[in-house]
Nanobody, 124 residues
């Protein structure tokens, strides 16, 4: 079993920055993919970014490329999402997710483990 706990959400003005953290515990193998998804009210849960736990294989949705950076600290068992130049359309609940795959899925149904989510609100 893998447990995920997100933190770092909050209210920020457009153009501001936030860093989300996802603390992971349990058995996380080198083939695990760690990802961030987000869900705005009335919308589906969408892929934002992912990284392989062993390193490399980073992927972003086009709308956040150049603004968001995903990283991981294996010593702290933590995955981060640095979000810069935030826009009102980035407002959503952000979820950390994990799955044991040899490819990087963007479909939320392919992920087995989820955190409780953290709210990010960007005001205009």
């Amino acid at each position: 079993q893998v447990q995920l706990v997100e933190s770092g959400g909050g209210l920020v003005q457009a153009g501001g920055s936030l860093r989300l953290s996802c603390a992971a515990s349990g058995r996380i193998g080198s083939n695990y993919i760690m990802a961030w998804f987000r869900q705005a009210p009335g919308k589906e849960r969408d892929f934002v970014a992912s990284i392989r736990w062993s390193g490399g294989t980073i992927s972003y949705v086009d709308s956040v490329k150049g603004r968001f950076t995903i990283s991981r600290d294996n010593a702290k068992n933590t995955v981060y999402l640095q979000m810069n130049s935030l826009k009102p359309e980035d407002t959503a609940v952000y979820y950390c997710a994990a799955t044991a795959r040899y490819f990087t899925p963007r479909d939320s149904s392919q992920y087995n483990y989820w955190g409780q989510g953290t709210q990010v609100t960007v005001s205009s």
